[in-house]
């Protein structure tokens, strides 16, 4: 949002590592109509630029579809940015496959750069925002997906094992569903899991989501550098398929 902008734009100027950064935003969510018309694409992205102190973001993202702009005019309005140097890679969140397949369809008629990278909910719990013809799609037409929630609201640090652990934190009421229904039986292969690698919860999600098909990167939210420093060892966990079948099987999809 706005306020975090003006918050990593100053934070970036006082130490002067823009260069060092890959920046993204989004734009898109809380219109009622015209969310990604092409000038109201460059109107929002100006101002976040402004926020930012910085001329270019590395990732521009459509924070949801816009059904009442024609996929042509908005594949048109993020090129047009990327033409001007503004953006280097437009991103789609919220997207479905069928929305999504016909963006870049509409970018390939109109000869100019469509989506290359997809941000939908996607984690353990949480996969039909990604099936296995989404991500295999995907694959083929060379679109990152980037999915937010990977620790599921902070369900898969294994932080909520009781009812009490739902009032102790602020998105215990996102949670709830989890905890209430297929959670506790994944936690308990999760914990598994975790101790055959010795590994963390946390570290065992997103090795998870690593090693599945066009997954470029999770997003996981960390509120402490020891809380950063354990997310990112997860990139050294490799799992065994026999591991990755049984998280697979703790919580059936379809």
């Excluded at 590395?58 to 953006?87: C, M």
Aim: charged letters at 25%; proline letters at 4%.
């Amino acid at each position: 949002g706005g306020e975090s902008e003006t918050v990593i734009g100053a934070w970036m100027k006082d130490r002067g590592v823009r260069r060092d950064m890959r920046i993204a935003t989004k734009t898109g969510w809380g219109m009622e109509h015209g969310d990604l018309n092409p000038e109201t694409l460059g109107t929002r992205l100006a101002a976040s630029l402004e926020r930012l102190q910085t001329d270019y973001v590395d990732l521009y993202y459509a924070h949801r579809d816009d059904p009442n702009t024609p996929q042509d005019e908005v594949v048109a309005g993020f090129s047009a940015l990327i033409a001007e140097g503004k953006v280097r890679e437009a991103g789609a969140s919220n997207f479905t496959e069928d929305r999504l397949r016909s963006a870049i369809a509409a970018a390939k008629a109109g000869g100019v750069p469509g989506f290359t990278v997809l941000q939908n909910q996607y984690n353990l719990l949480e996969r039909a925002d990604f099936d296995a013809d989404y991500q295999n799609f995907c694959v083929a037409n060379d679109v990152a997906m980037l999915p937010f929630f990977g620790l599921a609201s902070g369900y898969l640090t294994g932080k909520y094992r009781k009812d009490a652990d739902l009032a102790r934190f602020v998105r215990g009421d996102r949670v709830r569903q989890y905890h209430e229904g297929k959670g506790p039986a994944l936690l308990a292969v999760m914990d598994r899991i975790a101790a055959e690698c010795e590994a963390t919860v946390a570290q065992v999600a997103l090795a998870w989501l690593l090693d599945q098909p066009g997954i470029a990167a999770p997003i996981a939210s960390a509120t402490t550098p020891d809380q950063l420093d354990e997310l990112v060892e997860a990139i050294d966990i490799e799992l065994m398929p026999e591991q990755i079948e049984r998280l697979n099987k703790a919580v059936p999809q379809g």
